[in-house]
């Protein structure tokens, strides 16, 4: 058990939460960012990424966060790896306790725990994630150019996806496990007058096929819910559309979250309800959920942070 005290503590290891970092340590004030469980976030768990600006070869996801964090530790941050399971919000300096029973106090709290794709809880899910495997067809769809891909869910996401990977994707289909789709009309519309996009009405996946040597996926078998009949679709790539789940179980009651679960954040900036908490990247955005717009926020959120300390110093 040790003891830490910093004027910010990163609560989460991601684009936001290192980008926070970088930018309170820069500033003199000596961060320290407790990693969480997915230590790096789900950059980790993707494959290639080809759109975060700066790297003109595409770059392992893993790597990238790797390197963000040896940048955050070179710049003087302090990364521990571990986990907060609870917070003193009444607390000033706010105290956290950890998974490993290490204590942490931070003047300001800055909240960068981020947001985690549902899956379908299938084994080959797990075993092709990254090699045909998608959560993210705006990370990954380029790499299925001129192949068919299938794309799981019935909501906005799902459609946004379908629509997306068009672009690129011989042929799309939705799987989707009702009759209609809850995606808003426009979209519905857009699906319907689109010639590379079908749906697979009342269908659920029953399981991901692929290969071993190369790793990939090569198709996906789904049952008719209705009439219980099985059939194999010939896929290269298969996106899981079924929603995000922020992680903000240990700020509920405390922080205000939206009817989702996202953490609130005041307009153009990573205030939250709570003076001297700052959020930023996907636990405070459901809609764009990309690492680059994320380390934007984590810097926002390092700078409000700053001013918050500044202007705290200057009243006491
Ligand atoms: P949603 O919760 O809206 O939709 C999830 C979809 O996945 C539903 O169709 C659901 O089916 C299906 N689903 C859930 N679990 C399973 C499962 N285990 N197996 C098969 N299918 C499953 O999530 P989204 O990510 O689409 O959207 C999240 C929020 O973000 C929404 O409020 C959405 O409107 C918003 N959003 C807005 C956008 C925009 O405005 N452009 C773009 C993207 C998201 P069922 O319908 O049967 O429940």
Not at 27 to 37: F, H, K, M
Not at 102 to 110: H, K, P, R, S
Not at 229 to 256: R, W
Not at 298 to 306: F, H, N, R, V, Y
Request: with cysteine; glycine share 10%.
């Amino acid at each position: 058990m040790a003891e830490y005290k910093t004027p910010v503590l990163i609560i989460g290891s991601g684009p936001a939460g290192y980008t926070a970092g970088i930018y309170a340590a820069r500033a003199g004030l000596r961060p320290i960012i407790v990693s969480g469980e997915q230590v790096g976030g789900q950059l980790t768990i993707t494959n290639l990424v080809e759109n975060f600006p700066g790297f003109p070869e595409p770059v392992l996801g893993a790597k990238l966060m790797s390197d963000m964090r040896k940048q955050a530790e070179n710049v003087g941050a302090r990364i521990i790896d571990d986990k907060i399971v609870e917070i003193d919000f009444k607390a000033r300096p706010f105290e956290c306790s950890s998974e490993r029973h290490n204590l942490f106090a931070g003047d300001t709290l800055i909240i960068a725990t981020g947001a985690a794709a549902r899956w379908l809880g299938l084994e080959n899910e797990t075993k092709y994630r990254g090699f045909g495997v998608s959560v993210c067809a705006t990370c990954d769809g380029f790499f299925f150019k001129d192949k068919n891909v299938a794309v799981i869910g019935g909501g906005n996401t799902a459609a946004e996806e379908a629509l997306f990977l068009s672009n690129y994707a011989s042929f799309v289909t939705i799987v989707h496990r009702r009759d209609s789709l809850r995606a808003d009309k426009a979209l519905r519309d857009k699906i319907k007058k689109n010639r590379k996009i079908a749906v697979e009405w009342d269908s659920v996946v029953e399981d991901i096929i692929g290969t071993d040597k190369p790793l990939g996926v090569t198709g996906i078998k789904i049952k008719n819910v209705k009439t219980d009949k099985m059939k194999t679709l010939h896929v290269s790539g298969v996106f899981i559309a079924i929603g995000h789940q922020p992680n903000t179980e240990i700020f509920k009651g405390h922080v205000d979250l939206d009817e989702q679960g996202y953490i609130v954040t005041r307009h153009d900036s990573t205030h939250t309800s709570v003076p001297g908490i700052f959020a930023a990247g996907d636990v405070q955005n459901a809609r764009f959920r990309q690492a680059v717009v994320a380390a934007g926020s984590g810097c926002m959120a390092a700078m409000e942070a700053e001013s918050y300390l500044l202007e705290k110093k200057l009243e006491d």
